[in-house]
């Protein structure tokens, strides 16, 4: 791991042609950059997809954050790139969502304020009162908006008004509402949701009772980006645990809570720290 306490991240997706790594390292260099680390990869198809991620130390760099924008758009533009920077020293704003379930809201606070997590957390929401007690032990902002099935367009744009531009991402810490498609459209990839199954087994409600149904030997969870189609988004992270014919619907419950609150922390890890390009419906994690 780099000791650089700044380092500038840039994430990169093109059609796969020759000469792509060799033209941004040049670029960095070009600028005084010095590389601390560098990784990508290639999809194999007749039309295949690079990706990269690199990172470098800013406080030898020359450019600007508007000069490097401005610079790379050439080197962009010959390889036909999707790219955005990162700055390690502008940490990312996330929005919590949840419900009554506390176990993941409260493993990503402990985990936040250890320093584990990079990220600043203006507020936290929730369709119930319950978890008020929790967010005050933090000093983080907590906001109660009900969500009525008869209103549920309305009282979904009251919150999207409330949220504006206040974050950069999302997190659904178990938060049991289904949003609505314009909610998801305004944080497009930028909504993190933790499924509480190993997808794509057991979509949609009560998986831990489907799970029992079907006697499965393992249960998981799953990190993803929202999309319109419900648990189907691009998966980020994923684990399980054993279970055997002795365990109830209960068991399965106290099992899965285990590896839902890491797998979604990892998740987030991985988010903030710029590990995350997406293709097509899936992820590419470096």
């Known amino acids: 791991m780099s000791t650089h306490e700044n380092t500038i991240t840039l994430l990169i997706s093109c059609p796969d042609k020759p000469g792509i790594v060799s033209a941004v390292s040049s670029f960095i260099h070009q600028h005084n950059g010095n590389i601390l680390e560098s990784d990508q990869y290639s999809t194999n198809h007749d039309d295949s997809t690079f990706f990269m991620r690199i990172s470098f130390a800013e406080d030898s760099f020359k450019l600007t954050p508007s000069e490097l924008t401005s610079a790379f758009q050439r080197v962009a533009v010959q390889f036909q790139m999707h790219w955005n920077v990162n700055y390690s ?23 936040w304020k250890m320093g584990e997590l990079e990220m600043d957390i203006p507020f936290i929401i929730s369709n119930h009162p319950d978890l008020e007690s929790i967010a005050n032990m933090y000093t983080i ?15 979904e744009r ?25 909610f998801v459209e305004a944080f497009p990839r930028r909504i993190i949701n933790i499924h509480h199954s190993f997808l794509p087994a057991f979509i949609g409600a009560s998986p ?20 319109n189609n419900l648990d189907e988004g691009p998966i980020i992270e994923q684990d399980v645990i054993h279970c055997n014919h002795r365990d109830s619907v209960e068991d399965l419950i106290r099992k899965g809570r285990d590896v839902e609150r890491r797998v979604l922390a990892e998740a987030v890890r991985l988010h903030t720290s710029n590990r995350v390009l997406v293709y097509e419906n899936k992820t590419i994690v470096f």
């Not at 799970?211 to 999309?227: E, M, S």
Request: hydrophobic fraction near 45%; proline fraction near 2%; charge should be positive.
């Open 158 to 182: 009251r919150m999207l008004d409330f949220i504006g531009d206040q974050v950069d991402f999302l997190i659904l810490a178990r938060y049991m509402q289904i949003l609505e498609q314009f």
């Open 208 to 227: 831990y009772n489907q799970a029992f149904q079907r006697g499965v030997k393992l249960i998981g969870a799953t990190a993803h980006y929202v999309t």
């Open 89 to 111: 020293r502008i940490r990312k704003r996330v929005g919590i969502l949840v419900s009554k379930y506390d176990h993941c809201l409260v493993d990503l606070l402990w985990r």
């Open 141 to 155: 902002p907590f906001y109660h908006f009900p969500v009525k099935r008869a209103t549920r367009q309305e009282d």
